[in-house]
C-alpha cells in the first residue's frame, strides 16, 4: 500500500502526526495510514478549545462507519484551535490528513515531549512491523 | 488464510482490501464503503455473495419437509417465487434466515447464511430423515447480487435479446431460470436488482462484463449499511437462537394460519405471545450527528428500563447514525443510548430508513 509519511513531520505510536509551527505551537492530525486502517470517516469528536490536556491523554474521537478510534495527544499542553470544518466535512481527514485534515493545535509546554516522538523512518518500520 | 470464492481474482484485481467473514476471505470495500452505498442508491452496484451456502430441496414430500422446517408457510410460496423465512428450534429461537425459492420443476433452492452454514446443514439434514426429500449442497455454485435503480438496465445491455425481455418482465420476488442463470428478483439493499446462482466457472464473465458496463463492484461493508437502511435483518447480530422472530421484528414472517401446520418453534411461540412480549424490535436515529450508533451500545428508556442496539452504523444516505435495537415494549418516542460512557438521545422510528433511495421515516 502506498501510504504517505512525509519526512518532515513526526509520530506519536497511537498513530498522530505532529507539525511544529512557530511560537511553541504544534498542529496536530491522524496518520494516512491510520485513516487508510479506518476507511470513509463520519464522525470526528475533537478537544475543546482553551482546555488544557497533557500527553497521552484521550483528546478526541475518530469514527468510521465500521469502526471508533480515540486520538491521543502526543504532546502537553493548551488546545488553541480546533478544525472546525471537520464536523461537517470529517472525510476532509480521508482525503488530505495532513493538510486540511488537521485535528487541533496544542501550545505545547514541554519540548522533550516533541523530541521523543517517532521521526518517519522509525513511524514507518513501526507501520510495517504492525503489518507483519 | 480464509477460504476464497471464485471471484477472488477479480476482488484483487478492482483493489479490494479484504477482511474474515466466517472464515471466507471476502472484500469490506474496494476503496470507500460510502462511495459504494451511494452507487447502490443511485446507480448500480455488484456484490459477490459466493460464500452463501445455497441447498437444493428435492423429492415428493420436499414441501411438506419446509412446511415443518420454516416459520413461514411454503404454501403459499407459488412456481417460480421466493419466500423469507425463520427456521426456529423448538424453543422458538431462531436458527437461520434464509430465502427459499419454489421452482418451476417443483424443487425448492434455499440460500442460508455463511456464517451458519454447519449448523444448519446438520439441523436440516437431521429433520429431513423423517421425510422423503433428498437435500443437496451446491458448493459448485456461484452467487453474485447486481442492485440499484440502473441494476436490471446494465444487466440487459449485457445479454441477447431473449434473455433481457425474460428479466425485464421479472416480478419482484419471483425468479427465472435463463439457461445457466438462476436469477431471481430478491436482494438486500432496499433496491430494485437481482441475484444470480450459477456455475462457479461462468462468474468471472459477469462480474467483468458488468464492470465495464459501469457497474460499482461493492463490497460487505456497503452491504452492511445498505441492508439496515433497509430495515433488513442480520443474522448473529439482530437475531440468534436466544431470541425468537417476535421479539426480533419479524412477526410478520410467522405463518400462523392454517392452524393446523405445525412448525418446528410454533408451540414456543404461542406460549410467547400468549404471555405476553417483554421486548420489542425497532428503529433507532440520531439526527443531532452526534456520534454513531454501534453494536450492543446501552439503550435506557424514560422509565429507567434498559435494552439494547443489535445493529448499529451510520447512514450515507441520511448523513447520521442509525440502529435497530431490541427494547422494553414500554419505550417512548425518544431514548437515551450511551455512547462512550455518555447518555445521547435518540428518536424511535419503525425501520425501514430507507426504501428506493428515500427517507421512509418522520
Same mark, same amino acid.
Given at each position: 500500500m502506498s501510504e504517505n509519511v512525509p519526512s518532515e513531520l513526526r509520530y506519536a505510536e497511537t498513530h498522530e502526526w505532529v507539525r511544529e509551527e512557530e511560537n511553541g505551537i504544534c498542529v496536530i492530525g491522524i496518520t494516512d495510514h491510520a485513516?487508510?486502517?479506518?476507511?470513509?470517516?463520519?464522525?470526528?469528536?475533537?478537544?475543546?478549545?482553551?482546555?488544557?490536556?497533557?500527553?497521552?491523554?484521550?483528546?478526541?474521537?475518530?469514527?468510521?462507519?465500521?469502526?471508533?478510534?480515540?486520538?491521543?495527544?502526543?504532546?502537553?499542553?493548551?488546545?488553541?484551535?480546533?478544525?472546525?470544518?471537520?464536523?461537517?466535512?470529517?472525510?476532509?481527514?480521508?482525503?488530505?490528513?495532513?493538510?486540511?485534515?488537521?485535528?487541533?493545535?496544542?501550545?505545547?509546554?514541554?519540548?522533550?515531549?516533541?523530541?521523543?516522538?517517532?521521526?518517519?523512518?522509525?513511524?514507518?518500520e513501526k507501520v510495517a512491523a504492525e503489518e507483519a | 488464510m480464509g477460504k476464497h470464492t471464485p471471484l477472488f481474482e477479480q476482488h484483487q484485481q478492482a483493489g479490494a482490501k479484504f477482511v474474515d467473514f466466517a472464515g471466507w476471505e471476502m472484500p469490506i470495500h474496494y476503496g470507500s464503503q460510502i462511495d459504494e452505498h451511494h452507487a447502490v442508491r443511485h446507480d448500480a452496484g455488484i456484490f459477490d455473495v459466493s460464500h452463501m451456502t445455497v441447498v437444493d430441496v428435492a423429492g415428493p414430500q420436499a414441501k411438506d419437509f419446509l412446511a415443518y422446517l420454516l416459520a413461514n408457510d411454503v404454501n403459499k410460496l407459488k412456481p417460480t417465487k421466493a419466500l423469507y423465512s425463520c427456521m426456529l428450534n423448538e424453543k422458538g429461537g431462531i436458527v437461520d434466515d434464509l430465502i427459499v425459492y419454489f421452482r418451476e420443476n417443483g424443487t425448492y433452492r434455499l440460500v442460508v447464511n455463511s456464517g451458519t452454514r454447519d449448523k444448519d446443514i446438520e439441523w436440516i439434514?437431521?429433520?429431513?430423515?423423517?421425510? @422423503?426429500?433428498?437435500?443437496?449442497?451446491?458448493?459448485? $455454485? !456461484?452467487?453474485?447480487?447486481?442492485?440499484? *435503480?440502473? #441494476?436490471?438496465?446494465?444487466?440487459?445491455?449485457?445479454?441477447?435479446?431473449?434473455?433481457?425481455?425474460?428479466?425485464?418482465?421479472?416480478?419482484?420476488f419471483a425468479v427465472a431460470e435463463i439457461d445457466d442463470w438462476f436469477i431471481g428478483r430478491t436482494g438486500y439493499t432496499g433496491e430494485d436488482g437481482v441475484e444470480i446462482i450459477l456455475p462457479a466457472e461462468l462468474v468471472a464473465t459477469i462480474w467483468q462484463t458488468l464492470?465495464?458496463?459501469?457497474?460499482?463492484?461493492?463490497?460487505?461493508?456497503?452491504?452492511?449499511?445498505?441492508?439496515?437502511?433497509?430495515?433488513?435483518?442480520?443474522?448473529?447480530?439482530?437475531?440468534? @437462537?436466544?431470541?425468537?422472530?417476535?421479539?426480533?421484528? $419479524? !412477526?410478520?414472517?410467522?405463518?400462523?394460519? *392454517?392452524? #393446523?401446520?405445525d412448525f418446528i418453534g410454533r408451540k414456543a411461540l404461542e406460549a410467547q405471545k400468549q404471555a405476553g412480549l417483554r421486548h420489542k424490535f425497532v428503529g433507532l436515529v440520531l439526527e443531532s450527528g452526534k456520534g454513531v450508533l454501534r453494536n450492543h451500545q446501552r439503550v435506557i428508556c424514560e422509565n429507567g428500563s434498559e435494552g439494547e442496539i443489535t445493529?448499529?452504523?451510520?447512514?450515507?444516505?441520511?448523513?447520521?447514525?442509525?440502529?435497530?435495537?431490541?427494547?422494553?415494549?414500554?419505550i417512548e418516542e425518544t431514548c437515551a443510548v450511551e455512547i462512550r460512557g455518555k447518555h445521547v438521545t435518540a428518536k424511535v422510528v419503525k425501520p425501514p430508513f430507507v426504501r428506493n433511495g428515500e427517507k421512509t421515516f418522520s
Open positions: 485513516q487508510h486502517l479506518l476507511g470513509d470517516l463520519v464522525y470526528v469528536e475533537l478537544p475543546e478549545a482553551e482546555n488544557n490536556i497533557r500527553s497521552g491523554d484521550e483528546a478526541g474521537v475518530v469514527e468510521s462507519v465500521k469502526a471508533a478510534s480515540d486520538v491521543y495527544s502526543p504532546l502537553s499542553g493548551e488546545v488553541i484551535a480546533v478544525n472546525e470544518a471537520l464536523a461537517d466535512t470529517p472525510e476532509l481527514v480521508n482525503q488530505d490528513p495532513y493538510g486540511d485534515g488537521w485535528l487541533f493545535k496544542i501550545k505545547f509546554i514541554n519540548h522533550a515531549e516533541l523530541e521523543e516522538l517517532l521521526d518517519s523512518e522509525s513511524y514507518n | 439434514g437431521q429433520h429431513a430423515a423423517k421425510f @422423503e426429500v433428498a437435500i443437496k449442497e451446491r458448493d459448485d $455454485l !456461484a452467487m453474485v447480487a447486481i442492485q440499484g *435503480p440502473k #441494476a436490471i438496465e446494465k444487466l440487459a445491455q449485457m445479454c441477447n435479446p431473449r434473455q433481457a425481455k425474460q428479466i425485464n418482465k421479472l416480478k419482484r464492470l465495464r458496463v459501469g457497474v460499482s463492484p461493492c463490497g460487505l461493508g456497503a452491504r452492511d449499511t445498505l441492508r439496515l437502511e433497509a430495515g433488513m435483518h442480520l443474522y448473529g447480530s439482530d437475531m440468534d @437462537e436466544h431470541v425468537t422472530p417476535l421479539e426480533s421484528g $419479524l !412477526a410478520w414472517t410467522v405463518a400462523w394460519e *392454517p392452524a #393446523a401446520r445493529s448499529g452504523s451510520f447512514s450515507p444516505t441520511l448523513g447520521h447514525a442509525i440502529a435497530f435495537a431490541r427494547v422494553p415494549t414500554k
